[in-house]
């Protein structure tokens, strides 16, 4: 199954065969890593299928690391594509709970790294997140598996294409109570802070583009490894953009691409990640 994602042309959301062939085409012209994103047939209040043995996640992860050797397998760590409420963590009276989620979050992280993943990235913004699983990894054995902490994370309109991607938009409220205020740049090395300190081995900023003073911050304040994501929206709006000829594609993809890196990101995450890499090997 390869279903185009309607605000996201030229993205899909897969099955685990077609995933594979995808996968295998984009080690084939150079990117090394790729980061996955499960979409359960089953959503519940707890997101049980974030951690299930043969959740879609899981088996996905299994299948690239049999089919495609060289493949690099980032696993997003999350609660909200499996919730039935869309918000990232176990909710009470309209509220998310902290503490509930962590546990739940350490189970999925252990999960992935039983299936094979080579990094848990972490994207859920509960207050101790690196540490519980940090914690749960150490303790079943993978101590050696590092963790891409999402560290800086902002309350952002760019993401609204994902979650049609993702059928992850929140049945009510909104984000904001664990995501950060986009006009706040300190709390931004506080948070990363933190993420060193519970153990973290790389860190991200998300979205991108209108955050290029945060990558620089960061890359200035740690000397971890860096990462950035260009999000859905700002690969939605090239997009559409370019399909309506007001902008170059490849020359705006690559001027915005190469501003990242200029900010001090050594890692990107880009939807851009196949056609660019074509194009450069
Ligand atoms: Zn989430």
Redesign the pocket.
């Known amino acids: 199954m390869r279903r185009e994602i309607g605000a996201m042309p030229g993205c899909f959301n897969l099955s685990i065969d077609e995933l594979v062939k995808e996968v295998a085409a984009a080690v084939g012209v150079g990117v090394r890593s790729v980061i996955l994103f499960g979409v359960p047939d089953e959503k519940d209040a707890t997101g049980t299928q974030a951690y299930a043995e043969d959740g879609i996640t899981q088996r996905a992860i299994r299948a690239i690391k049999r089919e495609v050797k060289e493949a690099f397998v980032i696993a997003d760590n ?4 499996y919730t039935d409420h869309g ?3 176990v909710i009470r009276d309209g509220e998310v709970l902290n503490d509930p989620t962590l546990d739940l979050l350490a189970r999925t992280a252990v999960s992935q790294a039983e299936a094979g993943a080579d990094l848990i990235a972490p ?3 509960m207050d101790g997140f690196v540490g519980a699983i940090r914690a749960a990894l150490d303790q079943s054995g993978f101590d050696h598996l590092p963790i891409m902490s999402y560290a800086v994370k902002y309350a952002s309109g760019f993401y609204g294409p994902f979650r049609e991607a993702a059928g ?1 938009a929140p049945q009510f409220g909104d ?1 904001r109570g664990y995501q950060m205020d986009p006009a706040n740049a300190r709390e931004a090395l506080r948070e990363a802070q933190l993420d060193v300190e519970q153990g973290a081995d790389m860190l991200m900023v998300k979205p991108a583009l209108a955050y290029l003073d945060i990558i620089r911050a960061v890359r200035e304040r740690f000397d971890l490894p860096l990462a950035a994501y260009q999000v859905s929206g700002e690969y939605s709006m090239i997009k559409a953009a370019a399909r309506l000829g007001w902008i170059d594609e490849e020359r705006v993809v690559m001027e915005t691409l190469t501003a990242i890196k200029r900010a001090g990101a050594d890692i990107i995450l880009t939807y851009f990640a196949r056609e660019v890499a074509a194009r450069m090997a």
């Open positions: 999350c609660l909200c594509e918000h990232c963590g994207s859920n913004m992850s984000r």
